[in-house]
């Protein structure tokens, strides 16, 4: 349980989601966000408790162990050295790069996905899909149709974390409520992506108990925030959520500075990573890999595009 609660934590209690959240939707969802992460934890703790049997869970560590490569050996080390040492900012430049590695193909697909549905796709379609996604004052069964819609709507995007948070946006501003808005954010553990990882370190037979799991407490905990902000007349309208298709996307402010900023440090990372990186093996990428690495690329090529036709046109 403290694993599932890690993971469920480092999905949905940072700092960096409830920004983007807040860039996107509005306070209200940045709050659904935390209190949500700390029920999610909370829901899962019981809910497990009563249904893992020992056995799947001695077996599911067990191969966890044979899938288990070399440990980190970085060791424990003084971090008032580290900062003020090379090795320490080494190390920093080694992890963040690590980090970008594994969220720019979902951060690209997701932000150009969110783009292209809100600008192709029409509002009928969001009706239909979230069912009674148009009405004013949902009733229970509704709001429970629409936390059920969201992840999975969100197993087939093969978009997590802050990939999600655009297209949560577009879905909000189509009139879906906030129960489902929320099931659609806490989505990121139930992807596919995130599927097959699971199934490969703690196997099938773990990994779709661990879906089922899931998929339970976030529509749970996505229906009792819907209730509990509709009890406190907290619910967020249309107006009150930034409309991802108003949002001033360019200006000559402390947000092109700091985003300046952060590129050039990024760019310094990388180069310190790739000059002072080991040259080490990892073996050929997965197939899935492979395909959000071409998506991405093909969603490059489709923003290039976007931005060249006016110029021509």
Do not use: C
Not at 8 to 15: I, Q
Not at 20 to 31: D, N, R, T
Not at 67 to 87: F, H, N
């Amino acid at each position: 349980m403290p694993a599932l609660a890690f993971m469920l934590s480092s999905t949905n209690l940072v700092v960096e989601l409830g920004i983007i959240i807040g860039v996107f939707l509005s306070w209200q969802f940045v709050v659904g966000e935390y209190a949500g992460g700390i029920l999610l934890v909370l829901i899962m703790w019981a809910v497990v408790r009563v249904t893992l049997p020992k056995g799947l869970e001695n077996r599911a560590r067990e191969h966890a162990r044979e899938q288990t490569g070399d440990e980190d050996e970085d060791g424990e080390q003084d971090w008032r050295r580290l900062i003020s040492s090379r090795e320490g900012w080494r190390r920093v430049a080694h992890r963040y790069v690590m980090e970008w590695n594994m969220v720019w193909k979902d951060v690209t697909i997701g932000f150009t996905v969110a783009g292209i549905i809100s600008a192709f796709v029409p509002r009928a379609f969001f009706q239909a899909l979230f069912i009674s996604s148009d009405a004013a004052d949902p009733a229970f069964w509704q709001v429970l149709a629409q936390a059920v819609v969201g992840p999975v709507a969100a197993f087939f995007t093969f978009i997590g974390s802050m990939g999600n948070i655009p297209l949560a946006a577009v879905l909000f501003s189509n009139g879906v409520s906030f129960a489902g808005v929320m099931a659609f954010i806490f989505s990121d553990l139930v992807v596919f992506p995130v599927l097959r990882i699971q199934a490969r370190y703690y196997g099938w037979k773990m990994a779709l108990y661990l879906l089922g799991v899931l998929l339970f407490i976030l529509v749970t905990t996505a229906v009792i925030l819907h209730y509990g902000f509709a009890a406190l007349d907290l619910l967020p309208s249309g107006e009150t959520a930034h409309a991802l298709t108003d949002q001033t996307f360019f200006a000559v402010d402390y947000t092109l500075a700091l985003n300046l900023l952060f590129i050039a440090l990024t760019v310094a990372f990388l180069a310190w990573k790739q000059r002072t990186s080991h040259a080490m093996s990892h073996g050929s990428a997965s197939l899935g890999e492979r395909l959000l690495f071409w998506l991405s690329m093909t969603a490059y090529a489709w923003l290039a595009a976007g931005l060249a036709l006016p110029a021509v046109l």
